[in-house]
């Protein structure tokens, strides 16, 4: 069973980088498209970008300008780079699998909050 | 602020149904055969439900239903029982530019 583990700081200072970085396990990175899900406080989920094993990536067009979304083959993992964040960029932030046209299994999310 | 609608809530009582919509428009939800339904207790991960519509996957009750008309799409929750309480959001893939767009979310209330 594939399991997902995000990490990074939870914290992170307005006009700065926010960087995530999600662990796979029980299974290869080169099954799937991977995504980034997020969930502001008291607000819905926002799909923000996926990748597939090759580097190919598709993005939310409202968040592409300052996202950027890799993949490490070799550690089994894939990234979430976010510029220029606001306090509207605080959030729970999800890695996941995808399977076919769906968000297919998700890791347990990590808060990140934007403050100084 | 998603371009999708969801009734904020929706409740029932235990063994009861509820249906619960997502409506679009022809370019996201009526021209998508790829409508999936998720799950969200506050505090945990997310769940698929629903996947092309009316598909589960394993493991998934088969109190959970899927169906679309036009522009709508549709989540019956069959049999409510009280670990149905939680958030739902549909998420049409509406295409190469959108790609994912999730609902606005419906908390459903067992009461």
């Known amino acids: 069973q594939v399991q997902l583990q995000e990490s990074g700081p939870g914290l992170v200072e307005p006009s700065g980088t926010l960087s995530l970085t999600c662990a796979v396990s029980?299974?290869?990175?080169?099954?799937?498209?991977w995504s980034w899900v997020r969930q502001p406080p008291g607000k819905g989920l926002e799909w923000i970008a996926e990748?597939?094993?090759?580097?190919?990536?598709n993005y939310n067009p409202s968040l592409r300008s300052r996202v950027t979304i890799s993949v490490d083959k070799s550690k089994n993992q894939f990234s979430l780079k976010l510029t220029s964040v606001t306090s509207a960029d605080t959030a729970v932030y999800y890695c996941?699998?995808?399977?076919?046209?769906?968000?297919?299994?998700w890791g347990q999310g990590t808060l990140v909050t934007v403050s100084s | 602020q998603s371009a999708l609608t969801q009734p904020a809530s929706v409740s029932g009582s235990p063994g009861q149904s509820v249906t619960i919509s997502c409506t679009g428009t022809s370019s996201d939800v009526g021209s998508s055969t790829h409508v999936s339904w998720y799950q969200h207790h506050p505090g945990k991960a997310p769940k698929l439900l629903i996947y092309?519509?009316?598909k589960r996957p394993s493991g998934v009750s088969d109190r959970f239903s899927g169906s679309k008309s036009d522009n709508t799409a549709s989540l019956t929750i069959s049999g409510l029982q009280a670990e149905d309480e939680a958030d739902y959001y549909c998420?049409?893939?509406?295409?190469?530019?959108?790609?994912?767009?999730f609902g606005p979310g419906t908390k459903v209330t067992v009461l």
């Open positions: 990748i597939y094993h090759n580097g190919d990536t």
């Open positions: 998420c049409p893939y509406a295409g190469s530019i959108t790609f994912y767009v």
């Open positions: 996941a699998g995808n399977g076919y046209y769906a968000i297919d299994y």
């Open positions: 029980g299974g290869s990175i080169s099954s799937n498209w």
């Open positions: 092309e519509g009316t």
